[in-house]
């Protein structure tokens, strides 16, 4: 189980800082993700980082997002600097159990666990 918390509302330029706690999940080949949602747009990869830390960002996001994952506490973040007005979306928290011989994948199809959301409002 996966649920995501920290999203609110901020104004252009702030800060944010995503958690996503996953529950029942202790595999060695987990990979975890970062979506994003924004009505009448396909769900779009944020940024991606698997059990050996390889990380993937969208271009959109690179330079200003940080993703990092606690494997003790089973817990994926998000930080988000200088946000703007097309940050605005809902964010969702993925995992697959799967290995990845590069970069873990920012493919909506790849992730088999989704969270709920967390509603991020940039203005």
């Known amino acids: 189980q996966l649920v995501e918390s920290g999203g609110g509302s901020v104004q252009a330029g702030g800060s944010l800082r995503l958690s996503c706690s996953a529950s029942?999940?202790?595999?060695?080949?987990?990979?975890m993700a970062w979506f994003r949602h924004t009505p009448g747009k396909e769900r779009e990869g944020v940024a991606a980082?698997?059990?050996?830390?390889?990380?993937s960002y969208a271009p959109y996001v690179k330079g200003r997002f940080t993703i990092s994952q606690d494997s003790t506490n089973n817990t994926l973040s998000l930080e988000m600097k200088n946000l703007n007005s097309e940050d605005t979306a809902t964010y969702y928290c993925?995992?697959?159990?799967?290995?990845?011989?590069?970069?873990?994948?920012?493919?909506?199809?790849?992730?088999?666990?989704w969270g709920w959301g967390t509603q991020v409002t940039v203005s």
């Open positions: 993925a995992a697959v159990d799967r290995r990845y011989t590069r970069y873990p994948p920012l493919t909506r199809d790849e992730y088999t666990n």
């Open positions: 029942g999940a202790s595999h060695s080949n987990l990979c």
């Open positions: 980082i698997d059990n050996d830390d390889t990380i």
